[in-house]
């Protein structure tokens, strides 16, 4: 992806959201985000799309085995959490102090 039009996301890492499609689809569960992969515009959330990983025995993992991970969601089937309503609410950006500042749609309360 070329840094020319690098698309701009209203998610960053250590946010709140729901799920709004696919199987782990819940709209009322707040999820953190653990990171934001910006390139191919995903996410991975804590508890979500969770594969199994074998992995054969190294020099770091002398056990080796199955393991449980998080793969990444596309950016679209989450949505950010507004804690005031307890769903998932859209974004406007409103300059505050000469910082862009996330707001929520549904109660119009800063997202910190």
Known sequence: ?????????????????????????????ARKVLEVIIDKSRVVVEGVNIITKHTKP????????????EAPIHISNVM???????????VSRDRKDGKLVRVSKKSGEAIK
Do not use: H
């Not at 946010?15 to 709004?20: A, G, L």
């Not at 950010?80 to 859209?90: Q, V």
């Open 1 to 29: 992806m070329s840094n020319r039009f690098k698309p701009k996301f209203n998610i960053k890492k250590g946010d709140s959201v729901v799920v709004i499609a696919g199987d782990d689809k819940d709209l009322k569960k």
């Open 80 to 90: 950010l959490y507004d804690a005031k309503k307890g769903e998932g609410t859209k």
């Open 58 to 69: 190294s020099a770091q993992n002398t056990k080796g085995g199955i393991v449980k991970k």
